[in-house]
């Protein structure tokens, strides 16, 4: 009984910010990873970025230096920024809590609804 909340998507223009939040509730013990994939329309969904901890993180090749992901463990929360966003970002986002433990039982992988992020030219 594991879900996942997100928010902040919207429409941006080029070259401006937006900030997507992720909070993972219910009978949670830890979470291995948090991740933030997206899909956009005609193609295949893709992982956008990835945090174990605040020192292991990984990004697609075409985020790096313009998104950054944080999370909370206390508040089993993850928080993608995404700065100078240009409109081939435009997607629908996905939260995901990969490796979910429940007091002792591994629940496997858990993901959002999805969020639109629109970035006009």
């Known amino acids: 009984q594991v879900q996942l909340v997100e928010s902040g998507g919207g429409l941006v223009q080029a070259g401006g910010s937006l900030r997507l939040s992720c909070a993972a509730s219910?009978?949670?013990?830890?979470?291995?990873?948090m991740a933030w994939y997206r899909q956009a329309p005609g193609k295949q969904r893709e992982l956008v970025a990835r945090i174990i901890s605040g020192t292991n993180t990984n990004y697609a090749d075409s985020v790096k230096g313009r998104f950054a992901i944080s999370r909370d463990n206390a508040k089993n929360t993850v928080i993608l920024q995404m700065n100078s966003l240009k409109p081939e970002d435009t997607a629908v986002y996905y939260c995901a809590a990969l490796g979910v433990m429940s007091y002792g039982l591994m629940r496997g992988d858990y993901w959002g609804q999805g969020t639109q992020v629109t970035v006009s030219a």
């Open positions: 219910g009978s949670i013990t830890s979470i291995y990873a």
